[in-house]
């Protein structure tokens, strides 16, 4: 019997940031001469998660409980400085979308560079050009230079690679909060579509209904620790309650 998609024990992640800032050019010359210290940020502490594979899970919390540290870590961004974790397929995350991008180069050319980092064949990446650019309604701007365009219409055109080049489990963080409603709903009925035929989604988001109306365990983070997991539907009722206290 196979195991889960995504099992992690422990996870523990800390960041080193300055205890003092430098200010002044004099501090700064100063600063040369002794050690410079550095506060432990602990972003992550003792988190348990297990995903089965082919489900549809979500993970709470309010800004800065250590959420999309989390998701970096599962996607292999971020080394964990403690625990355990497996990950058991290969994986799609659609975390900072656009960091492949060229400016300089228009729409249709970003297709291409995107799709080929995210492990799409040139051949495949033409043949889906059409689709790609419809889904993020730039069929219009497939000459234009990414420069010119306005942050929303470039997130709209990753997550119109990424969507393409979905493997066995997917990472999305808040990704329903770029675009109009009609592009939330292209992405939200494609995130069902890619569910219903077997893929492992691991949604981060701040939307309790979303949550509820798409998942079927989360988790709740708070100050870098699991609080809650289980059924989406309570996990959301214990994220509203954490937020409106």
């Known amino acids: 019997m196979s195991g889960p998609a995504i099992a992690a024990r422990g996870l523990r992640k800390i960041f080193a940031i300055p205890s003092a800032r430098r200010a002044t050019v004099r ?14 940020l602990r972003v ?4 348990d998660l297990t995903i089965e594979r082919g489900e549809a899970y979500g993970i709470m919390g309010r800004n800065g409980s250590g959420k999309s540290t989390l998701m970096k870590i599962v996607a292999g961004i971020y080394p964990a400085d403690g625990g355990t974790l497996t990950i058991d397929g290969s994986l799609t995350p659609i975390l900072e979308l656009g960091l492949g991008f060229n ?3 228009d729409a249709v050319d970003n297709v291409l560079l995107l799709g080929g980092v995210m492990g799409l064949g040139l051949r495949e990446l033409r043949r889906r050009l059409d689709e790609i650019l419809a889904f993020a309604e730039l069929e219009r701007f497939a000459g234009l230079q990414l420069k010119h365009f306005s942050s929303g219409m470039a997130a709209r055109l990753a997550y119109a690679v990424a969507f393409s080049a979905v493997r066995e489990i997917l990472l999305l963080d808040e990704i329903f909060a770029v675009g109009d409603a009609g592009f939330k709903q292209r992405c939200e009925a494609r995130c069902r579509e890619l569910h219903a035929a077997g893929h492992t989604v691991v949604l981060v988001s701040h939307d309790p209904k979303m949550i509820e ?11 870098g620790r699991v609080v809650a997991a289980g059924p989406a539907d309570e996990v959301a009722a214990s994220y509203l309650a954490l937020v409106t206290t």
Request: with cysteine.
């Open 27 to 40: 501090e700064h010359v100063l600063g040369l001469l002794r050690p410079r210290r550095f506060e432990e």
């Open 44 to 47: 992550l502490e003792s988190v």
């Open 103 to 105: 400016s300089e180069l």
């Open 213 to 223: 109306g798409f998942c079927s365990r989360a988790m709740l983070l708070d100050q």
